[in-house]
């Protein structure tokens, strides 16, 4: 049994509409305008992944909430998970930009770190 | 000494480039820190021109938030400039009372506002739970508040895009995001990771009949409208939702440029500036989205780079100019006109179109003459086509260059 997906292509501001087949391991593409558009459609099926960048509490007066990502980008499956777990921390200040908040996130080998310096 | 009135990336790099050239510089901000709309803009994808990386808004704006106290800038926080007059005063009230500066040039860098329901007038009670994105960013990104359990985003922006997202992760039920044009607004890139990637459906070419509920919104009716953009009968849609996001544009900020006699412009509701940026009153320049509306914080700052040269250059607007006219399918110019007596160096002419094409050509010409002539892979309103004009360009005797679209055939 094939499945078909559509998905714009984003490698460049054409945009083609991908038409994407797949049929057990086979992974064919339709639609894309030049090859970088057969490589972005393989890794979107395959293992599509994307940087996760939410809040977390902050104990400080000055700040509410901490602007936090992820170093690198996550199995897009896991945005969800890593949610839960950015959801759970309180971080004390202080605080500099690109320091970890999370080490290790899930066991996924990547960080959560912070997007911006809070002072104590 | 020059002021800079707003401390957002704009305003931070127009102090930053000016002080690099020896100027004293004053960088008032009325809000108590520096960054303007960035900090709240938490999503990744900014500096990946300026910087070389891809950054997180809190990250470019403390970047360059190091490089202003690192230079010494003095900065002026917590400060309102009330009035800016003709005669280039700048009254400030902060926090050591109330002052009058006379600087030697006023560099606006004010940003923008956001357009709200009432630029689309829809019908309907004014409810609890009606914001414009931004608002509803800020309250999310900064004072972390849920706005809401169920949203309608109107308008496919890039902002109400993001906010889609962002509302998904802070686990509001996003039901659609509508759009009245046959088009997105937005990136292709945000359609697939802040829509696809959470099933968030984008319904084009429909949009708001009305806006109902008690004290707080229950539900909102769109229907499809026409190429005319009315409603067409029978197509009515009810979602019901407790909360909606206005995401249909930005305006600069013009306010202060009026009390100081700068002319507006119809067409892009900001003021008229030529390639270094400025006003046509000598001393008053504009950079960043208080100019015109950039796609890009990239390329809002590199305005502030142009501006710093032109002060250094000792630049007055005078001499002859030659306006830049937006032909078919161009929305928006900048600049809008180009001081040809004192074009000795290139500079960069940034369009927006009003509508997406592929293949299709961007043509200046003067009088039906050719000035320049180039076919786009893709032309999308979201992304700004930049040209960089050179001096050989032109003869210097055009009246006027229009700029416009000319589609595949």
Redesign the interface.
């Known amino acids: 049994m094939s499945k078909v997906i559509t ?4 490698v ?4 083609c509409d991908l038409e994407i087949v797949i049929d057990g391991d086979d992974v064919k593409v339709f639609g894309n305008r030049c090859p970088q558009g057969q490589d972005y459609a393989v890794k979107e099926i395959r293992s599509p992944e ?2 996760l ?3 977390c ?1 902050i104990l400080s007066k000055k700040e ?2 901490l ?1 936090v ?1 992820t170093e690198k980008p996550i199995p ?1 499956d896991k ?2 998970e890593v ?1 839960k777990e950015i959801n759970r921390l309180e971080v004390e200040p202080p605080i500099k ?1 690109g320091d970890p908040v999370i080490r290790n996130v899930l066991g996924l080998g990547i960080d959560v770190v912070a ?3 809070v002072s104590s | 000494m020059i002021v800079v009135i707003g401390g957002g990336p704009a305003g931070m790099m127009a102090a930053i480039e000016t002080k690099k050239k020896g100027k004293d510089v004053i960088l008032i901000e009325r809000a108590e820190r520096l960054g303007g709309v960035l ?1 709240q803009c ?3 994808g900014f500096g990946l021109h300026y910087f070389g990386l ?1 950054l ?4 470019f ?2 970047m360059l938030e190091e490089k202003v106290y690192e230079l010494g800038i003095d900065v002026w926080l917590n400060s309102m400039v009330l009035d800016v007059t003709p005669k280039r005063e700048v009254i400030v009230a902060g926090e050591e009372g109330y002052k009058t500066l006379k600087p030697d040039a006023v560099i606006f860098a004010v940003g923008a506002r956001e357009r709200p329901r009432g630029a689309l007038g829809i019908p309907g009670k004014r409810l609890a739970g009606e914001y414009v994105a931004g608002q509803a960013q800020y309250m999310t ?4 508040y849920k706005i809401g359990n169920s949203a309608l985003i109107v308008g496919s922006g890039d902002i109400g895009l993001i906010m889609a997202r ?1 509302l998904t ?1 802070e686990g509001i039920d996003v039901k659609a995001v509508i759009e009245i044009m046959p088009y997105a607004g937005g ?3 945000n ?3 802040c829509l ?2 959470f099933n968030i459906p984008l319904i084009t070419s429909y949009g708001v009949k009305t806006i109902q509920g008690d004290n707080r919104i229950k539900e909102v009716v769109v229907a499809k409208v026409d190429e005319k953009g009315e409603f067409i009968e029978g197509t009515d849609y009810v979602y019901k939702v407790d909360t909606v996001l206005f995401s249909v544009g930005l305006l600069p900020e013009v306010e202060l440029l009026k009390g100081a006699g700068i002319p507006i412009l119809e067409s892009t509701r900001g003021p008229i500036v030529d390639q270094y940026f400025s006003t046509p009153l000598p001393g008053f320049y504009t950079v960043g989205n208080g100019a015109a509306i950039f796609d890009l914080v990239d390329n809002a700052v590199k305005s502030s780079i142009v501006v710093a040269n032109a002060i250094e250059k000792d630049y007055v607007p005078e001499g002859k100019f030659i306006p830049l006219l937006p032909g078919k399918d161009v929305r928006v110019l900048v600049p809008q006109r180009i001081n040809v007596d004192k074009f000795d160096e290139p500079f960069t002419l940034y369009v927006r179109v009003s509508k997406p094409s ?1 293949g299709a050509k961007v043509i200046l010409s003067s009088h039906g003459k050719t000035i320049f002539k180039r076919t786009y ?2 032309l ?1 309103p979201a ?1 700004m086509v930049d040209i960089e004009i050179t001096p050989s360009m032109l003869t210097g005797d055009e009246k006027e260059i229009l700029v416009e679209v000319q589609e595949s055939v």
């Open positions: 998905l714009t292509c984003i460049c501001p054409v945009g994307r940087i960048t939410t809040t509490k509410r909430r602007p990502k897009k945005i969800f949610m930009r997007t911006r310096s | 900090p938490i999503h990744n891809e997180t808004g809190p990250e704006s403390e990104n900064i004072q972390g962002r992760l990136l292709s890139r359609i697939n990771q696809k990637d592929i892979p893709a999308r992304e």
